[in-house]
């Protein structure tokens, strides 16, 4: 019956409308089902030819294993489409065998030589799914194919595959510890590398394999905190946490001078004091007067920058929506900021509480540990802790324990209006908290004492006997502190006796009247009277307090009680607990002196009479934070497998430059023949580098004898991926200046397509240069084109026949350059030379003051004089209008003139060329002095960069009257990246800090390009260099105007004129959709831009942005498509 009922259910809910039928599993049903034949659909549908049938079976399959069904009985016939040409069936049969290669190992091993094959494949992530397959083979025959596989992983081109290698190195460990030292090997390389997607997952692998091994992470130190940012969010919790005990181990402690004040302040008695301890107290004041010399001697604390570097750029990591990171942040804080700094994890750790409850737990625990030891930075959000009526149980007790910590003298009152309306809960666990948190109050302030007493006392008489025992309990603790003055509370609780039956608070108040006896002394007798009555029936615990009363009244009231005393302990002398027997024989011999009772018996009345010390109160959670904030050990408070113990500050700070980064040795060449006679024979791609390192690529290419920019698409594509990280500004300085080295190299090569900025006398030099090459290239016959072709082609494999002719035309400027000195600059100019200067410099929209030739005129080759004759004739709209003069430059804000007491400072990109550095983007400063009084040496002060960026300082302004304006220029090299420039603008009465951050498009120049070069670079930076969106233009922006207009005010880059001379000869109209292209190049690294603008029917549009800096690229489409569509 019920076979068959669940039977009829599979089927309705898989035939049920809508939802596609899946394979079954043959248990899932009733025994005569047609699951088998399902199944057997299943095979024949992955043998057959069609791969729409594969597919679709493998779709099935997948959404079985996802519904948690059992689908291993098809391993054979999907191990066999792993082979399989079509990617998307490829995909998901690895998705099968990750799932089920470790259950059906000896089938999987069969197939071990295509998993092989899959680590070749062209498509990335067949190659990561095939590592993943190959990992999850758990035997250990083939761990040395698996370590073949992830060291070749550890070099592929795809950060996704690399990332999947150091996913596989855990694994691997696990199965054979022995690989250790190669792994570390793998491991040290891709920590090495550059990209935001790898850095993550290989931390983690340190973590698992080699936690100890901390010498591998201080050459990645800098590049880690500097990534961390871009990192996904579980990747950031792994480097946070990895960083934490890092930075415990190198730098000092920051707290370290206020740790030795406060212990030298700490002179606390001991709470068991005697006239002896006064010698010893003397002692102790001489050791604090010596580590008082030590301290006057010790140095002043200064923060490390590394040390700072980390604190810096974790902070902006509070802001995640991702609750674990918030947290790794704050613990890192806690165990690493200085004390002052510490605060602003507050904020953060209070929003999390408005999220899950499993989130508000973990949150809470690590409040309450903080707020031990920094009660301060939790204050101002007392509020964010009051708890709702919804809240589960647990939440309410650790938001109890935070308001209990945060109580002091100016808050209590409103803390215990708080307890007070807790107090009426029905939640019994809740209300027995909150009792004790009052209790806790008490004993902590002084002041309140009293009155915590009365309200406690009051819920004695309440309704709820579990409350009031609690109340109990807690009175018992507060008595001891000053009982003579409460021996009415103590005579009302005897008489509670009668009522309450919960043990703990029947021993409690035994204890008391015991203790106390001399306050209450007509009370106690009656209460041990009435206990011997009841004792066969009590608790244990409660029977213990009944024999001490009766052992203390005995010493101190022997006439009334002598017989009750005896028959007690009679009683108990047979009691079935053990404990209880052993009490009542040792109190027996200790008060009741006989011949044979030794010497204690003298002392009974001080061991039993002996004044005890108060019970402190304190918080569960006093001694947890020896634990790292955030683990599992300190939720459990107990050391969990796998915890790493936070180390402990180091007495002396390790010595720094273990950090620094070597700059390779061929980068401090001056020349490039030095460079060739240094340069060590290797392949593209060398083992040790890998693609994580973009400079060995880069060296080959520059050094390659051809100027082919084409050099080979995967190069350009390595040093895309690879140089993530210079995006964000980060890398130590001296990796800059081996970037900006590499640059400068690149640059003599691609002259001819960089307007590069230079100053006024380079440029003079410049022109000369083109004056010459203008005149030779006019005397040239065809023959010597021809024989140039040959040159060119001869030494450029991948140069493309089209661009030969002014390719070799390059080569000779530059063999021309070398040989003879420049000639002096010729006056006479052809007039149809003359026209297209001018349409070069409208193209090149630079608003410069003097009129800037681009080198690109200097060696024209035939097809682009046409390209230009056709801009000139067809491309009317390239009028001056749409170039952007300086007037209609955005400006920015820097300094309110509320903010600047009077000084408002505005500031634009001029998109001038710095003179004194062309790494450098020009910025135009205007200062207005809105006040009555005059300002006075205006100028800049405490500079806050970026690594590698900087800054060049505008002229000191001396005197800027009253009601007058005055501009200046200064220069930034931002380093090809956003993070902004922060520095103090000081007058003579004043500072102010400001902050300049640079849109993206303003951080390129423009460069002036032919289509066919265009195209050529373009196919260059495909993949993972190209970033396509499609758009629907704003109706102001449907004609060519508007969107040339649109798209050198988002970003400073050049028009590329349109195509071959058919495409563009006056007799033929512009095309109905016509194709805008743009190029440029950014300021620092003179990185290749390409945009495209592609229009389309009824206002659409696609926008492709091709940037060696995928980070650019991305900022830039949001910026361009922002501008197209508002």
Same mark, same amino acid.
């Given at each position: 019956m019920s076979a068959s009922s669940a039977f009829n259910d599979e089927k309705g809910g898989s035939s049920s409308v809508g939802e596609p039928e899946y394979g079954h599993d043959p248990a899932s049903g009733g025994i005569f089902s047609s699951d088998y034949k399902r199944h057997d659909d299943l095979k024949e549908m992955l043998d057959s030819n069609k791969d729409s049938l594969k597919l679709e079976a493998m779709k099935r399959i997948v959404a079985m294993i996802a519904r948690g069904k059992n689908a291993s009985d098809l391993f054979p016939a999907v191990v066999k489409n792993v082979a399989c040409k079509n990617i998307e069936v490829k995909k998901l049969v690895y998705v099968y065998l990750v799932r089920y290669a470790e259950e059906q190992q000896d089938l999987a091993l069969l197939s071990i030589s295509t998993f092989q094959r899959g680590l070749k494949d062209p498509n990335q992530l067949i190659r990561a799914s095939a590592l993943r397959v190959l990992s999850s083979i758990r035997v250990t025959i083939i761990v040395p194919i698996m370590m073949l596989a992830i060291k070749e992983a550890a070099s592929d081109m795809s950060p996704y595959v690399r990332k999947t290698a150091a996913h596989a190195i855990p694994k691997l460990y696990s199965l054979d510890p022995e690989q250790k030292d190669q792994l570390i090997e793998v491991i040290e390389k891709l920590l090495a590398d550059k990209t935001t997607l790898v850095a993550g997952s290989v931390v983690m692998a340190f973590e698992e394999v080699c936690p100890e091994r901390i010498d591998l992470i201080h050459k990645n130190y800098r590049k880690l905190c500097n990534l961390l940012i871009d990192v996904e969010e579980w990747g950031q919790v792994v480097i946070i946490n990895m960083l934490t005990r890092y930075a415990r181990t190198q730098f000092l402690n920051p707290n370290i001078n206020e740790s030795l004040l406060e212990e030298g302040g700490g002179g606390d008695k001991t709470f068991y004091g005697s006239d002896e301890d006064e010698d010893e107290d003397e002692e102790e004041e001489k050791e604090k007067k010596v580590e008082a010399a030590a301290m006057a001697k010790r140095k002043p604390y200064v923060m490390d920058p590394d040390h700072r570097l980390l604190l810096r750029n974790t902070k902006p990591l509070l802001q995640s929506r991702n609750a674990a990171v918030v947290m790794a942040v704050a613990q890192l804080y806690f165990h690493l900021a200085p004390k002052a700094e510490v605060g602003v994890i507050a904020k953060a750790l209070v929003r999390l509480l408005r999220s899950h409850s499993e989130v508000q737990y973990v949150v809470l625990q690590n409040v309450a540990t903080m707020t031990i030891k920094r009660r301060g930075m939790f204050e101002p959000y007392l509020k964010s802790f009051y708890i709702r009526s919804t809240d589960p149980t647990q939440i309410k007790i650790l938001k109890l324990e935070v308001l209990t910590n945060l109580a002091n003298e100016t808050n209590i009152s409103t803390i215990l209006r708080e307890f007070q309306t807790y107090i009426k809960s029905m939640d019994k666990d809740f209300v027995a908290a909150t009792i004790q948190a009052i209790g806790r109050c008490a004993t902590n302030i002084g002041e309140v004492r009293d009155t915590c007493l009365n309200g406690l006392v009051q819920l004695l008489s309440n309704r709820d006997e579990l409350v009031v025992a609690e109340s109990v309990v807690v009175i018992k603790k507060l008595l001891q502190m000053q009982p003579e003055k409460h021996s009415d509370i103590i005579k009302h609780m005897a008489k509670l006796t009668d009522n309450i039956q919960v043990p703990m608070a029947r021993a409690s108040i035994l204890w008391l009247i015991g203790e106390y006896c001399e306050h209450v002394p007509k009370i106690a007798p009656d209460v041990l009277r009435k206990m011997a009555k009841s004792f066969t029936n009590e608790e244990d615990i409660v029977k213990l307090q009944i024999i001490n009363l009766a052992a203390k009244l005995y010493l101190t009231n022997s006439k009334q009680t002598k017989l009750l005393t005896q028959y007690v302990l009679n009683l108990a002398k047979y009691d079935q607990n053990y404990d209880i027997r052993d009490r009542a024989r040792f109190i027996r011999q200790l008060i009741v002196p006989t011949e044979k009772s030794g010497a204690l018996s003298k002392y009974a009345k001080k061991l039993f009479l002996a004044l005890k010390p108060a019970p402190v109160l304190e918080s569960p959670f006093k001694d947890r934070d020896h634990f790292q904030l955030g683990s599992l050990s300190h939720l459990l408070n107990a050391k969990a497998g796998g915890y790493q113990e936070l180390p402990d500050w180091p007495e002396a700070a390790p010595d720094p430059s273990v950090r620094n980064v070597e700059v390779p040795e061929w980068t401090k060449c001056s020349s490039r023949e030095k460079r060739k006679e240094k340069k060590v024979e290797k392949p593209f791609y060398s083992d040790s580098e890998g693609e994580s390192g973009p400079t060995e690529s880069a060296d080959s290419e520059s050094d390659s004898a051809?100027?082919?920019?084409?050099?080979?698409?995967?190069?350009?594509?390595?040093?895309?991926?690879? #140089?993530? $990280? +210079?995006? *964000?500004?980060?890398? =130590? &300085?001296?990796?800059?200046? @081996?970037?900006?080295?590499?640059? %400068? !190299? /690149?640059?003599?090569?691609?002259?001819?397509?960089?307007?590069?900025?230079?100053?006024?006398?380079?440029?003079?030099?410049?022109?000369?240069?083109?004056?010459?090459?203008?005149?030779?290239?006019?005397?040239?016959?065809?023959?010597?084109?021809?024989?140039?072709?040959?040159? #060119?082609? $001869? +030494?450029? *494999?991948?140069?493309? =026949? &089209?661009?030969?002719?002014? @390719?070799?035309?390059?080569?000779? %400027? !530059? /063999?021309?350059?070398?040989?003879?000195?420049?000639?002096?600059?010729?006056?006479?100019?052809?007039?149809?030379?003359?026209?297209?200067?001018s349409l070069l410099d409208l193209d090149d929209f630079e608003p410069a003051p003097s009129p800037q030739v681009t080198p690109v005129n200097a060696f024209l080759s035939n097809s682009l004089v046409t390209d230009l004759e056709g801009l000139s004739l067809s491309d009317s709209v390239l009028s001056p209008a749409t170039i952007a003069p300086s007037s209609t430059l955005k400006s920015f804000e820097l300094l309110h003139r509320i903010t600047g007491e009077g000084l408002s400072v505005e500031y634009c990109f001029s998109r001038q060329p710095f003179s004194p550095d062309a790494n450098m983007v020009a910025v135009q400063m205007q200062f207005t002095n809105n006040s009555t009084s005059d300002t006075k040496t205006l100028h800049m002060e405490d500079v806050k960069l970026q690594s590698g960026m900087r800054v060049k300082e505008f002229p000191e302004i001396e005197l800027l009257p009253a009601g007058e304006t005055a501009s200046a220029v200064m220069g930034i090299d931002f380093c090809d990246s956003t993070q902004a420039a922060n520095f103090q603008l000081c007058t003579h009465a004043r500072k102010f800090f400001v902050s300049i951050q640079p849109p993206v498009g303003e951080l390129m120049r423009p460069v002036f390009l032919t289509e066919n070069e265009f195209k050529k670079e373009q196919g260059q930076l495909m993949g993972m260099n190209e970033i396509t969106e499609k758009l629907t233009l704003d109706v102001k922006c449907r004609n060519e105007h508007a969107i040339v207009q649109r798209v050198t005010a988002a970003a400073h880059l050049s028009r590329v004129p349109c195509g071959s001379d058919k495409e563009c000869s006056p007799p033929v109209p512009p095309p109905d959709h016509p194709v805008h292209r743009f190029a440029g190049r950014t300021v620092t690294s003179s990185s290749l831009v390409l945009v495209t603008v592609a229009t389309k029917e009824e206002g659409a549009a696609q926008l492709m942005v091709n940037c060696e800096k995928m980070v650019i690229g991305t900022m830039l489409v949001k910026d361009i498509l922002l501008a197209l569509t508002q």
């Open positions: 051809s100027v082919s920019e084409s050099g080979s698409g995967s190069g350009s594509e390595v040093s895309g991926t690879a #140089s993530e $990280s +210079e995006e *964000s500004g980060e890398g =130590s &300085e001296s990796e800059d200046e @081996e970037e900006k080295e590499r640059e %400068k !190299k /690149k640059k003599k090569k691609r002259e001819f397509k960089k307007p590069v900025q230079e100053s006024a006398s380079e440029q003079s030099s410049e022109e000369d240069d083109r004056e010459q090459e203008r005149k030779r290239k006019q005397r040239k016959s065809d023959s010597e084109s021809d024989s140039d072709d040959e040159e #060119s082609a $001869s +030494e450029s *494999s991948q140069s493309e =026949s &089209e661009d030969s002719e002014s @390719e070799a035309e390059v080569k000779k %400027k !530059k /063999k021309a350059a070398e040989s003879k000195p420049p000639p002096k600059p010729v006056k006479k100019e052809n007039k149809k030379e003359k026209k297209e200067m």
